[in-house]
């Protein structure tokens, strides 16, 4: 099999090995992993870090020679009905974590929608707050990268079309999540061909149509290969930040909404099995 994407660093949600940050770093050396979408260490998500833990925490990527692609913030992932005003103060909080840890790019949503109501019938409060963030995001040169997650506002192509025609640009960009969309009933190959122009990141992350149950990449129906294939041919160099979701690790059930229970409970041999299925897909084995 020849190579893709041959130049994308490979990225990664390391709190999925394990809680401790410094066997996320071991198993991350032993991988040859140099990047870690950073969401959370030690216990302690990454919005509640303190400058003095963000300092150290960075201090011991460094000495490992791993450096921070994205900061995997949990910003817009709540109801659009909640306190906004509050959220804006962790979105600050954010933004400082990510100065420390030498990255500009932010990970993102676009607010819950109140089940059974149209999304459309929340669009303009979206935007609202939508606006607030990027505009704040431009204040302190830093990007925001939405993510399409199940249940928001930007869950399926046509809306993250939405948020990317209202906001593009040097503050707001788009990151593609493969599983995701296959979760929301998406085709992936029509998202892609939809978001093309604005794709700045990709989550690695296979999922199935009938089930919604996240799988090693490839093994899916996101059709990760035919998607990396056009990216390469796109000339993509961005990240491929692996989101195994294989294993019922530490802190799920606080990351993803409804969360299920993963049959695999050993994080760090899920993690692995992710990791060999996405190199198979590069051609990297």
Known sequence: MRKILSNCPVSCFADEISVSLDRQIQVLNELGIKFVEFRSADGTGVADFT?????????????????????????????????????????????????????????????????????????????????????????????LLHENEKGIYGDNAARCLDLMKEFYGDHFKATFDFANFIQCGQNTLEAYEMLKPYIEYVHVKDARLSDGEVVPAGTGDGQLLDIFEKLDASGYKGYLSLEPHLANFAGLANLEKDAAVRAENDTEKAFCVAYRALEGLLGRK
């Open 51 to 143: 400058d003095e833990q963000a300092k150290e925490a960075k201090k011991r990527l460094d000495a490992a020679g791993i450096r921070v692609s994205a900061v995997g913030s949990p910003i817009g992932k709540i109801g659009i009905n909640d306190d906004f005003e509050e959220h804006m103060k962790k979105l600050g909080r954010i933004e400082r974590i990510a100065d420390i840890f030498e990255t500009p790019y932010i990970r993102m949503f676009s607010f819950y929608m109140p089940e059974h109501l149209d999304p459309k019938d929340s669009r303009d409060e979206v935007m609202r707050r939508m606006e607030c963030m990027v505009k704040e995001a431009q204040k302190n040169h830093l990007v």
